[in-house]
């Protein structure tokens, strides 16, 4: 499955899409990795096989003013989807039954529209590339829900059946990221004190200033009462005067990997990581806020599932904290982590377990294996809300590893579960 190399691809793949949703996921660091990945991702595809899948789509068959309405709906919005990237190039129509055909080289998949008969048009897909093929159909399902009158069950049917159960994004290399200024922060002793005790906490200068928490607090949307979550790319951490923290987390992948020793894994390492360097990072980081009476229970960000199967390629979670003068034991807001849980299954048995709280100061570092469970405890202070910046340091192995990123309830695939 070429599923990785694609998610590499989509936030420029999609970006320019203005009929698709929005799409959270962002290129890793400049535009020229991103173009150079479309370039590579022909390397991936097998030359030799062309796959051809077909979906339904059908009008409205008792309504004769409707139908022809929806029919000529259903056309604009295939030739502005087609019209709305550069990356989609348009092929000539060969059949007066078509509505349009375009192909995608990054992902050597082509797709057409073609009336198979009064009121059905067939969606079709043809390519040896079953990842591009399945970002392809997920943008073409969120891109086309508002027209009204056409039964696109069996399209929503396809999405959802594709994207229940896949890899988790196996990252990026860390060495793009690299950045000096961590080195100050570890030594010797600190990593095999992780290694041994399963967290560590490090006071740095990498701290926010009253207008960088600002811009924080503007980039999370969330409804009322609850707490506040958003991811932040490099594009955005820039725009908001916060690169150097999105850099320094990003930075202590590489450090790890050419300073931890690590013994031979029973798995072979997935590309972009190696067996010698086996950590990877995400493109995106996550930024959170907690007001007053909010709390993160107690769970896992890699969980002991009961195969025997870890949820994802997680294996360090760094939380960079974002807060000025705080007292948890005034403010609340205590980051509470749980050591010896990493091989429960259910996070709710941590509770009866020992644990140690740490003030989410500012410039507070606290990087901690994810199997481990840990929580945020609720926030007490009425006046000011308790941030943090995440990021989640990757060791993907082809251990089985799989996960289900179709949201039931948005009827729509949620790409932030690939983190």
């Known amino acids: 499955m070429m599923f990785t190399v694609s998610l590499t691809l989509l936030h420029l793949f999609f970006s320019s899409i203005p009929l698709a949703s929005s799409f959270v996921l962002s290129t890793t660091r400049r535009l020229d990795y991103a173009k150079q990945d479309i370039q590579d991702a022909k390397f991936y595809a097998t030359p030799h096989t062309t796959t ?46 078509s509505a349009g055909a375009f192909h995608v080289p990054a992902f050597n998949t082509t797709i057409s529209l073609n009336k198979t008969s009064t009121s059905k048009y067939t969606i079709t897909s043809e390519g040896n590339n079953e990842g591009g093929y399945g970002v392809l159909i997920a943008k073409i399902f969120e891109s086309q829900k508002k027209l009204k009158h056409i039964d696109d069950s069996n399209l929503r049917q396809a999405v959802k059946q594709y994207f229940e159960f896949v890899r988790p994004t196996t990252g990026i290399d860390a060495s793009i990221t690299a950045n000096p200024r961590v080195d100050q922060y570890f030594d010797k002793a600190i990593l095999n004190e992780l290694s041994s005790k399963g967290f560590i906490c490090l006071d740095t200068d990498i701290m926010t200033s009253k207008s960088q928490r600002r811009n924080l607090s503007s980039l ?21 005067e ?10 202590i992948a590489h450090y790890f990997n050419w300073n931890m ?13 190696t067996q010698i360097k086996p950590l990877t990072n995400p493109s995106i980081i996550e930024i959170a806020e907690y007001g007053h009476d909010q709390f993160r229970d107690a769970q896992s960000d890699n969980i002991l599932l009961d195969s025997n199967i870890r949820k994802n390629y997680r294996m360090y979670t760094c939380v960079l904290c974002c807060n ?3 007292d948890s034991s ?10 010896n849980t990493m091989n429960i299954t259910n996070p709710d048995k941590a509770l009866s377990m020992s644990f140690e709280d740490i003030n989410p100061s500012n410039g507070k570092l606290i990087i901690l294996d994810s199997r481990l469970v840990y929580s945020i405890e609720k926030v007490l202070s009425k006046e000011n809300s ?5 990021l989640w340091i990757s060791k ?24």
Not at 220 to 240: V, W
Not at 261 to 267: I, L, M, Q, V
Not at 400 to 418: A, E, F, P
Request: hydrophobic share 35%; net charge negative.
């Open 242 to 251: 916060l690169e150097e923290h999105y850099d320094f987390l990003m930075g």
């Open 52 to 97: 051809i899948r077909t979906i339904d789509l059908f009008l409205p068959n008792d309504d004769e003013s409707q139908a022809a309405q929806a029919e000529k709906d259903l056309i604009s919005w295939f030739d502005n989807f087609i019209k709305s990237t550069d990356y989609f190039k348009r092929k000539v129509d060969e059949f007066s039954h």
């Open 386 to 390: 308790m941030r943090t910046m995440t």
């Open 324 to 326: 000025n003068n705080w």
């Open 330 to 339: 005034v403010d609340g807001g205590a980051i509470r982590i749980y050591p």
């Open 261 to 273: 020793e690590w013994n031979e894994s029973d798995y072979e390492a997935l590309s972009p990581a």
């Open 396 to 419: 993907p192995e082809n251990n089985g590893v799989s996960i289900n990123i179709w949201d039931d309830l948005k009827d729509r695939v949620d790409w932030t579960r690939m983190f």
């Open 220 to 240: 999370l949307r969330c409804k009322p009462g609850t707490s506040r979550l958003a991811m932040l790319s490099q594009h955005k951490a820039h725009e908001s």
